[in-house]
C-alpha cells in the first residue's frame, strides 16, 4: 500500500547554513521520507539544494502543490497558496515558533504603525492557519495551550468535534524541535582556528547562534567582566553573525554587545564574535570544543512561548547550559541537573553560576545528565506523532462560521504602509519592496 505523498513547505532559506525554521522543516522532510513519498519545498529565492531522502525543491512550487497529498507547512505559506485554503488537501500548520509574539519582542526598535500593521496582518494569518488546517504542531505543552486558547478566541473548534473530544487531541500535537540521530563529531577547532587570543584548555562560554532584541547578551557580558576577576582565561564566544537570511535584518542587540565588550575592554580578550553565520554541518566543531553553553534572555511573553532551539544543540553535544529562568528550557535544566538557572538581569548570580558549574566535578554530573536527556528529543523520537498523523491522515471538522471568507486589506492600509515606507527608505524604498513583493513568495513586507 502507497502511502500519501507529503510536502514539507518553508519560507526560510535552505543551505549549509540555515536558521531555525529551515533546520526544522529539512528534519521533518527527513524522517517522513522514511516512510512516505516526501517532497521539502522552499520558497526563499536565496535557497540551495541540500542533501536529504526527501526530494528537495527551490522552484516549481505548483507543481509540488498539485502533487502532494499532505502539505506541512510554516509561516505564511497560505498567502500565497490560495488553493490550499479550499481544503483540498490535507494541511498540517507547523506553529513551533508563536510569530506573532516573537515579533513583539524582535520589532521594539520599529516604529509603532509599522508594528502594529505586522502584528495585524500576522495575526490574520494565524487565525487563517488555524481555521483550516486539519492538524496543529506546537513544539511544548505552553505552545499547544496557546494555540487551543487562539483556536477559541477564533471560533474554530466545532461544538460537534468538541463533545467527541473534550480535550481536542485530534487537532493538535506536540512535535518539539529536534536532536539529529547522528553523534556530533569535531573535526577541527574553531576557537583555535579563528580567535587568537584564545588557547587550548581556555573554558568557553557558547552562545550557539544568532543575537535578537528578545535575549540580553550585555547582563553575560556584564557576567564574564566579573567572572573573569577569578577565571582570567575565560572566554565568551557568540557563534551566529550575520543571519543566513537576507531578507532577516541585523537586530541593533548585536552592536549593543560589541559595544559593551569594547567598554569594559573584553572585545577580542574575552569576549568574540563570529561575523559570519556557521554551516549548520560544521556547528559540531564549536560544540564539542566549548565547555558550557548560554542562553540568557529576559522576561516577557516571547519568553514564556518560546522553544530555545540552541539549548537542544548544547544538549545533542552534552554540553552544559547556563540559562535564564522563566522558560521551557529552564525548567527542564532545573528538573535533570542539566547545569544552572539563574534570575534575568543579575550579572552577579550569572557569574557566580558560570565559576560554581566550571567545577570540574559540577560540569562532570551536568555532562552525563545532558548526554542523557538529550535522547527524548532525538527527531527520531519528537515526530512519531507526525508519522503516524502521515500514515493515515484525516480531516478535523471546523466551525462553519469559522471557514468564512476574511477581509481582505483596504486601500487605505496599502496607502498608509507607503507612507511609512517612503518616510523611513524613500520612494526607492517602496519600489524595492514591491518588486520583492513580486517576485518572492517568502516576503514579509505586507
Not at 502507497?2 to 526560510?12: E, M, N, S, W
Not at 496607502?415 to 524595492?432: D, P, Q, S, T, V
Request: aromatic share 10%.
Amino acid at each position: 500500500m502507497t502511502l500519501p505523498k507529503v510536502l514539507v513547505i518553508t519560507p526560510d532559506r535552505l543551505g549549509k547554513s540555515m536558521a531555525g525554521p529551515a533546520i526544522r522543516a529539512a528534519a521533518i522532510a527527513e524522517e517522513l521520507a522514511r516512510q512516505n513519498p516526501t517532497c521539502l519545498l522552499s520558497l526563499n529565492e536565496a535557497s540551495e539544494l541540500i542533501k536529504s531522502k526527501a526530494t528537495v525543491s527551490v522552484s516549481d512550487h505548483k507543481k509540488w502543490v498539485k502533487w502532494a497529498d499532505i502539505v506541512i507547512y510554516q509561516g505564511i505559506v497560505l498567502e500565497h497558496f490560495r488553493i490550499l485554503r479550499k481544503r483540498k488537501k490535507f494541511l498540517v500548520a507547523d506553529m513551533y515558533d508563536p510569530l506573532h509574539i516573537e515579533y513583539l519582542g524582535s520589532a521594539v526598535n520599529t516604529s509603532f504603525y509599522v508594528r502594529r500593521a505586522v502584528l495585524s496582518v500576522t495575526a490574520a494569518s494565524i487565525g487563517l492557519q488555524l481555521r483550516v488546517s486539519d492538524l496543529v504542531l506546537a513544539a511544548s505543552p505552553a505552545q499547544k495551550d496557546l494555540w487551543l486558547s487562539h483556536m477559541a478566541a477564533w471560533n474554530v473548534i466545532d461544538p460537534e468535534e468538541y463533545d467527541k473530544d473534550p480535550e481536542l487531541g485530534e487537532h493538535i500535537a506536540i512535535v518539539p524541535f529536534g536532536i539529529s540521530n547522528q553523534e556530533p563529531k569535531a573535526t577541527t577547532n574553531p576557537y583555535l582556528e579563528n580567535f587568537t587570543a584564545i588557547k587550548q584548555k581556555d573554558p568557553i562560554l557558547l552562545w550557539g547562534g544568532g543575537i535578537y532584541d528578545w535575549f540580553d547578551p550585555l547582563t553575560l557580558i556584564k557576567a564574564v567582566a566579573i567572572a573573569k576577576q577569578k577565571k582570567s582565561n575565560l572566554r565568551l564566544v557568540f557563534m551566529g553573525g550575520k543571519h543566513p537570511n537576507p531578507d532577516v535584518p541585523q537586530n541593533k542587540i548585536v552592536q549593543k554587545a560589541i559595544d559593551l565588550a569594547k567598554e569594559l575592554d573584553l572585545l577580542d580578550k574575552n569576549v568574540f564574535f563570529n561575523e559570519g553565520w556557521v554551516d549548520y554541518n560544521k556547528r559540531a566543531n564549536y560544540l564539542k570544543h566549548a565547555t558550557i553553553g548560554v542562553s540568557i534572555h529576559t522576561k516577557s511573553l516571547e519568553t514564556q512561548f518560546s522553544f530555545r532551539t540552541r539549548n537542544l544543540d548544547y544538549l545533542w553535544a552534552g554540553l552544559p547550559i547556563v540559562t535564564t529562568e522563566g522558560d521551557f528550557f529552564a525548567d527542564l535544566v532545573e528538573e535533570n541537573n542539566l547545569g544552572r538557572v539563574v534570575p534575568q538581569k543579575d550579572e552577579e548570580k550569572l557569574a557566580a553560576a558560570i565559576l560554581d558549574l566550571l567545577a570540574l566535578k559540577e560540569l562532570k554530573v551536568a555532562q552525563k545528565n545532558c548526554l542523557a536527556t538529550r535522547e527524548q528529543f532525538r527527531w527520531s523520537v519528537v515526530t512519531e506523532p507526525l508519522k503516524e498523523y502521515c500514515r493515515s491522515p484525516y480531516r478535523t471538522k471546523k466551525n462553519p462560521l469559522a471557514l468564512k471568507r476574511q477581509p481582505r486589506k483596504t486601500p487605505l492600509y496599502y496607502y498608509k504602509r507607503f507612507g511609512e515606507i517612503k518616510r523611513e527608505e524613500g520612494a526607492g524604498g517602496i519600489l524595492r519592496k514591491t518588486a520583492k513583493k513580486l517576485r518572492l513568495p517568502g516576503s514579509k513586507f505586507w
